[in-house]
C-alpha cells in the first residue's frame, strides 16, 4: 500500500505564496500519475493539477498560471508551489496516487488577511 504525507500548509495573505510537499512510500512511484485536489468546506473534492512519470502538467483553470507542480522521482516526492495566492483557494489540499487511489491525510489552506 502507498503512504501519502502532505505537508507544507498553513494562513498566507491574498498575493502570497506557500508550496505543499507531499512524501510518497511503496514501489513504483515513478510509474504513477500523481495529483494535487482540493475540498473547501460544503463542497466537492476537486482536481487541482497533476504530473505525469514523465513530468507532463496538467492544471485547473482556476489556477493556471499561479500553480506549478512538479515531482521528483527519486525523493518519491510531489510539489504544489502555489502563488498569487486568493481566498478562494481556501482548502484542505490533498496528495493522490491517480494509479492507485491512495490519498494522504490532507493539509489545510488559509489565505486571508
Known amino acids: 500500500q502507498v503512504q501519502l504525507v502532505e505537508s507544507g500548509g498553513g494562513l498566507v495573505q491574498p498575493g502570497g505564496s506557500l508550496r505543499l510537499f507531499c512524501a510518497a512510500s511503496g514501489s513504483f512511484f515513478s510509474l504513477y500519475v500523481m495529483g494535487w485536489y482540493r475540498q473547501a468546506p460544503g463542497k466537492q473534492r476537486d482536481l487541482v493539477a497533476d504530473i505525469s512519470s514523465g513530468g507532463t502538467t496538467d492544471y485547473a483553470d482556476s489556477v493556471k498560471g499561479r500553480f506549478i507542480i512538479s515531482r521528483d522521482n527519486a525523493k518519491k516526492m510531489v510539489y504544489l508551489q502555489m502563488n498569487s495566492l486568493k481566498p478562494e483557494d481556501t482548502a484542505v489540499y490533498y496528495c493522490?496516487?491517480?494509479?492507485?487511489?491512495?490519498w494522504g491525510q490532507g493539509t489545510q489552506v488559509t489565505v486571508s488577511s
Open positions: 493522490n496516487n491517480r494509479g492507485t487511489g491512495d
